[in-house]
């Protein structure tokens, strides 16, 4: 009531009514619920709920009465830890009230009692008459919620707690960005803004490098900041009173008030419509690139991560499985990043800006573009039709290579870079388990299928053809049938067409022969078709040249000059680039079809339209040379 009136009240009533202090009147900007408690007026049930309710309980005893201050321990902190868990109990203030009425203090009675119990906070010494440290009391009531002790310090140990270790420790690492075990000058400043969005004066972190030159023998070293330097600093934080230091630090870097990563910091809200997928953007590919570039193995990058598998795996393997991580599982990719710090070192509202959703695949096929990088490959096949085989010959693995591969370390996704008309691209492959009548939603949503059979065995084939005729005779999805194992001996198939057969009738490319026993490296010519059949699944890549010429021709034909204006505009880098990637397209297509020779139509359409555009724009040229 002191606190609220700023007045002693003459009347004092036994309980108080519960009084709500406004976030924007409290230094900490959270509003406040203060409940008093009469045992006179209340029964001990409504006293165990309220219990139950608090964040912080503050013990009033009296200074001038000996037995309100033995009451503290032989009933007060007894029945208060009955009622919590152990493992989360209610953070404790001393409170002495009535300071005005005696001379001499009571805090040598009182530290006794702090020390054994490790629940109480603090002690304060106040006289609601005089309002002396009334205001301060809650002030140490919230900042023992916001900033508790318990979590970070041992104070019989006098040292932090391993929690507290283990998090500050990846806050150094994080912060260390060129990893040399030393917080510099420039990582220093990056840190204190990231923090306290304030950069230190020089004169200022001269004074903190020599505070801990004093206390530690090793903790500068090259004028920077060691890990045990910077551990130092934060116990003297602590043990001066200064908890909420290391509380805006650790909340900083996502840490909650049982020193755990939050669901909110590692799993950022991102929304995924249906048909989109979700990929690592460029600058968290070079964010990655930085991290990695700093270590050499796997075990390094992750060396406070739980729940992270480490291994010592180089890490120009990881960049590409969060690729596929992202891809497959975004949710563990905004994990990862977050240990890794990525919204701290990016500077970014949280790991969520560094992933794009795709647009959806029907708007790609409408505008026949897309800016996805990762397309997905599903295989299936026969049981030993060569599936495995085929998905680990994408990682440059033959087959000699793959028979050391021990079972329960193979994958059954694979993912690797192919390259589409100079561009990068990266190809997911998936291994789908071969069970023709039970194929999941999953199985069956790619960008490419792949129908492997063996060609050494007379029953592989027929799988391939029922389960292209069950779900994709009607489907827009582009299927390729890979004729596996083709340095054996080629059999008839127990099938009613034969695989040249088949596709001829369903309109489909050639069995595409594959084999990965080989000498080197497989050939990975293979995936860079599926690459190109995944971003152009409708056969955009066929658009037939002097279409794009008369189409040209018609919209430079407005003007009065059109001689001159269509010979310039021939000239513009813009259509010569288009005339070249559609001389490649028609290049790819043509060495896709290379094996089915009767469909001969096409390419002649094709040869004669690019005939026909060589010539008229010789045509052209010669014109304006004679005009000019």
């Known amino acids: 009531m002191s606190l609220v009136s700023e007045e002693f009240p003459d009347e004092v009533p036994r309980r108080a009514e519960e009084i709500t202090i406004p976030a924007d009147v409290t230094p900490e900007r959270v509003p406040t619920h203060i409940v008093d408690y009469s045992d006179a007026e ?112 041992c104070p019989e140990e006098k040292e932090l707690k391993p929690s507290c270790v283990k998090a500050l420790t990846r806050i150094f690492k994080v912060s260390d960005l060129d990893n040399d075990g030393i917080l510099n000058d420039n990582e220093l400043n990056f840190f204190q803004r990231t923090c306290f969005n304030t950069p230190l004066a020089p004169q200022a972190l001269e004074d903190v490098k020599n505070v801990v030159r004093r206390n530690m023998a090793d903790g500068v070293k090259d004028n920077g900041l060691t890990l045990k330097g910077f551990l130092f600093l934060h116990t003297l934080f602590i043990q001066r009173g200064r908890h909420e230091t290391t509380w805006t630090v650790l909340r900083r870097f996502g840490y909650d008030d049982d020193l755990e990563l939050t669901q909110e910091y590692l799993f950022p809200l991102i929304k995924i419509p249906p048909d989109c997928t979700t990929e690592l953007n460029h600058n968290a590919y070079l ?117 050391r591969i021990r079972e329960d370390h193979k994958s059954f996704y694979a993912i690797n870079t192919t390259y589409v008309y100079g561009q990068e691209k ?59 194992k083709s340095d054996l001996y080629d059999v008839r198939q127990h099938y009613s067409l034969s695989p040249h057969d088949f596709c001829r009738k369903h309109k489909l490319h050639p069995p595409q022969p594959f084999t990965c026993n080989t000498a080197d490296a497989p050939s990975k010519d293979i995936y860079t078709r599926l690459t190109t ?31 001159y204006c269509l010979c310039q505009n021939l000239l513009k880098l813009e259509l010569l680039h288009s005339i070249k990637a559609q001389l490649r397209r028609v290049v790819y297509n043509r060495h896709m079809a290379q094996a089915d020779l009767k469909n001969s139509t096409f390419w002649l359409r094709a040869s004669l339209g690019a005939t026909v555009f060589a010539v008229l724009g010789f045509a052209m040229y010669r014109a304006l040379l004679k005009q000019r």
Request: proline share 4%.
């Open 426 to 484: 990266y190809l997911l492959l998936h291994e789908v388990m071969p069970d023709v009548d039970f194929l999941s939603e999953t199985d069956l949503s790619c960008d490419v299928v792949c129908l492997v059979y063996d060609i050494n065995n007379p029953s592989s084939f027929e799988y391939c053809a029922k389960v292209y005729k069950q779900y994709f005779i009607d489907s827009k999805t582009p299927c390729v049938v890979i004729a596996a």
């Open 287 to 403: 964010f990655l690139q930085s991290v990695f570039d700093k270590h050499d193995k796997v075990s390094k990058c992750f060396p406070t991560c739980p729940g992270v598998q480490t291994s010592t795996t180089p890490c120009m393997f990881v960049r590409a499985s969060f690729r596929l991580t992202t891809y497959l599982d975004v949710q563990r990719s905004l994990e990862y990043l977050g240990y890794l710090g990525y919204s701290i070192i990016c500077e970014q509202e949280s790991q969520a800006a560094a992933v794009t959703v795709t647009r959806n695949k029907r708007i790609d096929l409408q505008k026949k573009q897309t800016q996805r990088s990762v397309f997905r490959c599903n295989i299936l096949g026969a049981q030993g039709s060569g599936k495995s085989g085929f998905l680990q010959a994408f990682l440059g693995r033959n087959l000699q290579r793959q028979r």
């Open 533 to 563: 059949m995944a971003m152009y699944p409708r056969g955009e890549t066929t658009t037939l040249i002097p279409e794009i010429f008369h189409a040209r021709l018609r919209c430079m034909c407005s003007c009065n000059r059109c001689a």
């Open 42 to 153: 209340q029964s001990e049930e409504q006293l165990f709920q309220e219990i139950s309710k608090a964040n912080v309980i503050c013990i009033v005893y009296s200074v001038n009465n000996k037995k309100s201050i033995e009451k503290v321990t032989s009933h007060w902190i007894p029945l208060i830890n009955d009622r919590t868990d152990k493992d989360s109990r209610v953070p404790l203030i001393l409170v002495g009230n009535k300071s005005d009425l005696v001379e001499h203090s009571s805090m040598e009675t009182i530290l006794p009692i702090m020390n054994q119990y490790q629940d109480i906070e603090t002690c304060v010494e106040c006289s609601a008459k005089n309002l002396k440290n009334i205001s301060e009391l809650f002030y140490y009531a919230q900042k023992a919620v916001l900033h508790p002790t318990g979590p970070l310090y």
